[in-house]
């Protein structure tokens, strides 16, 4: 069974420009002495604020007019996050600031850029860095910049982008105003592994998790193509120790249609390992979902693969479980039930970008 969350990040932006010189009527106000104020509302749906400093921290934001040249470059680290609405999940804070827009006319729209919180790059020495902007110019040179995977406090704290493109604007008195709306997403993924037996008087143990394939890095916003990643062939260890299972489910699996499974199976599974992924676009995704089940791995497959050793009544048993196309903002929760006798059938599943869908997946029998 596996379960798909999906969350998106939204910026709503809001232009203002206007010169010093109040004008009793509406007129377009000279382009050589405009001043161009940005006032920005930034709404991430993400996880719950906690007064933890779990809320996301730096904003950095570029701007480039119709011709892609970059015409301001702006960063934010004091940003207040404030809860929106009642469920304590949407968070939003405020940026403003200004710039000089000489060139800039009511004919103007401008391509925005958002990054959230700060990504990092191997610096080449075993350690991180992190990601340089300085030397950004255009967009391509924005485009092309790339980030590794580093411990992350929470869902708000992953890279987040986004990129839009202003409205016509509207002529108020001596100003002008902008509107644009941004859908920033999560530039990572994420994988919630969870098992139980499906025997009461079974013993199961989880003697390691492994992930194999492994991008050595990403892009901070999507590219064209990923030519540029190499994928390890030695795996990742996700599991610090063996896990006894004492859980176990002997219900059927439900379809996906029944949204509130996982509320009422939580103590029937438990969590063996929640690590974030960079996209691995690697992999055909078929009728029958995105994980197929056994099989060897080869240097030609570039597909995630998860290699499960566990111990089941004192037999030790391995299977590997191969995920195709991880894409970014997608959140996968897999649900494992292992049961007494050891034939594994074809896992069927369905993949949303961070929303809650559930997924029929056929269990380990």
């Not at 060139?103 to 103007?108: A, K, R, S, T």
């Not at 949204?259 to 029937?268: I, K, L, M, P, R």
């Not at 069927?348 to 970008?353: E, K």
Request: hydrophobic share 30%.
């Amino acid at each position: 069974m596996m379960k798909v969350i999906s969350i998106t990040t939204w910026l709503m932006l809001l232009i203002l420009a206007g010169c010093s010189d109040a004008s009793p009527y509406a007129e377009e106000p000279s382009a050589q002495e405009r001043t161009i104020t940005l006032n920005l509302d930034i709404t991430t749906r993400a996880d719950e604020l906690l007064p933890d400093n779990s809320e996301p921290d730096i904003i950095q934001l570029w701007i480039f007019d119709n011709n892609e040249n970059l015409i301001t470059y702006v960063v934010s680290s004091q940003n207040v996050w404030t809860p929106v609405g009642t469920d304590g999940i949407d968070i939003k804070t405020t940026l403003q600031t200004e710039i000089e827009a000489e060139n800039i006319d009511v004919n103007q729209s401008f391509k925005i850029y958002l990054l959230l919180n700060q990504p990092y790059t191997d610096d080449g020495k075993g350690s991180t860095t992190p990601v340089d902007f300085s030397d950004v110019k255009t967009l391509d040179e924005l485009k092309g910049k790339m980030f590794v995977l580093t411990e992350y406090k929470g869902d708000n704290k992953v890279p987040m982008t986004g990129e839009g493109t202003t409205t016509f604007p509207s002529v108020e008195g001596n100003k002008i105003i902008f509107d644009a709306s941004i859908n920033a997403t999560r530039c990572v993924a994420k994988l919630g592994i969870y098992c139980t037996k499906g025997n009461l008087s079974s013993t199961l143990t989880i003697n390691q998790v492994t992930l194999s394939k492994v991008p050595d890095k990403g892009y901070l916003f999507k590219p064209d193509d990923y030519s540029l990643i190499s994928y390890s062939e030695s795996g990742k260890n996700l599991l610090s120790e063996s896990k006894q299972i004492s859980s176990y489910y002997t219900e059927d699996m439900p379809p996906y249609s029944n949204n509130s499974w996982d509320e009422e199976a939580e103590g029937s599974f438990e969590e063996i390992s929640s690590p974030y992924l960079l996209e691995n676009p690697n992999g055909e995704v078929t009728d029958d979902g995105f994980l197929q089940v056994n099989g060897s791995i080869t240097d030609d497959d570039k597909r995630y693969c998860i290699t499960l050793s566990y111990t089941l009544n004192g037999v030790g048993y391995t299977q590997n479980i191969y995920v195709s196309q991880i894409k970014r903002n997608q959140y996968s929760k897999i649900y494992i039930r292992i049961n007494d006798a050891i034939t594994v059938d074809d896992i069927c599943c369905q993949v949303n970008s961070w929303t809650e869908h559930e997924i029929d997946v056929p269990v380990f029998e």
